[in-house]
């Protein structure tokens, strides 16, 4: 009869059962750390790179819902992928400090509130011509998106360089995870995030400034118009979000309030007179001489132009100097 060591085999399962639980728990371990915070930060603009944001959710400590992460149209979809495609990134140091980590890294993309002023600055002449002539708005928003996309992947376009710190925390299941703030968003978009606060910071603040004052709105210029003017003034229209052509009203630094009409001595079909009132007199100056400078270099475009404070004029250049000039002189006479 056969002895059987059942002690050993006994102690051979215990010890391969010791073993087992060893390994497991090492994996699970190895799991949980994860890899070193760098190796998550690369992980994290690899994917960038790639607009690939269910990854890059990955490696986030937010709580976020990656179905959310969806584009909203082609446009967008191609505008993302050429901004985030010419990220580049150089790990310059990594820090631990029980579950915290700090990764110094230097980021490269592309400078994007230079390379949308390069667009809208180039486009303007074009843009403000259709203003005129009542193009299509869809047609120019169009345009100024295409142009925007061909100037995010010429090879020549603006690049900036910031070095940011990349917090991070250690989470038990997750492994090392970004903290995101507006250093890291503003690294990816070459500023642009706080080139847009900053501006709507200024916006607000005019606001703040001006709400003490009295305002004079654009109806009561067009009511004191109609005074003396009633007979020539036709089609007057209020301008909203939903009938403006050029989609400025209410944007920062644009004009608040919009009044249109036409004159009918006037000889030509556009509707070039109007009044736009400003949340302040230093938008309302960048208004006046961003269209003197498109009428200097279309002068097809002529109209006569005065302002007061934050309240902008201009009537249809069509007219002679003295019908004009008699618009002009009761909009000089208002208390503004």
């Not at 399962?13 to 060893?22: D, E």
């Not at 979000?241 to 644009?254: F, H, I, M, T, V």
């Amino acid at each position: 009869m056969e002895f059987i060591n059942y002690r050993g085999i006994t102690m051979k399962l215990i010890r391969k059962g010791i073993l087992m639980f060893i390994l497991t728990s090492l994996v699970l371990t190895l799991l949980a750390c994860g890899a070193k915070p760098d190796e998550s930060v690369k992980n994290f603009f690899e994917a960038a790179k790639k607009s690939d944001f269910t990854t890059m959710v990955n490696y986030i400590k937010k709580d976020v819902n990656k179905s959310n992460f969806k584009y909203d149209d082609k446009d967008q979809e191609k505008v993302i992928k050429s901004v985030f495609s010419k990220v580049s990134y150089e790990i310059v140091s990594s820090s631990v400090d029980g579950k915290n980590a700090t990764v110094k890294t230097k980021v490269t993309s592309l400078d994007l509130p230079k390379i949308y002023g390069k667009t809208v600055s180039d486009l303007m002449p074009s843009l403000l011509a259709s203003a005129f002539s009542n193009a299509n708005s869809d047609d120019a928003k169009n345009q100024v998106i295409q142009t925007f996309i061909n100037d995010l992947n010429d090879p020549n376009a603006s690049k900036t360089t910031t070095e940011v710190d990349i917090k991070l925390v250690k989470d038990n299941k997750s492994g090392w995870l970004i903290e995101p703030n507006d250093d890291l968003v503003n690294a990816i978009t070459g500023n642009f995030n706080k080139a847009f606060a900053n501006n709507n910071k200024s916006n607000d603040s005019s606001q703040k400034q001006d709400s003490s004052k009295s305002k004079v709105t654009a109806q009561f210029v067009v009511d004191k118009l109609k005074e003396k003017e009633g007979s020539y003034m036709t089609d007057i229209t209020v301008v909203t979000a939903e009938n403006d052509d050029n989609k400025l009203l209410g944007r920062p630094n644009q004009y608040t309030e919009k009044i249109f009409w036409k004159d009918n001595r006037s000889t030509g079909d556009r509707t070039d007179s109007t009044v736009e009132v400003f949340n302040n007199k230093e938008d309302a100056d960048a208004r006046r001489q961003y269209i003197e400078g498109v009428i200097k270099s279309m002068p097809t475009f002529t109209q006569y132009i005065e302002q007061e404070n934050n309240v902008l004029i201009r009537i249809d250049g069509q007219l002679t100097p003295d019908q004009a000039n008699e618009y002009l002189n009761i909009f000089k006479s208002l208390d503004i």
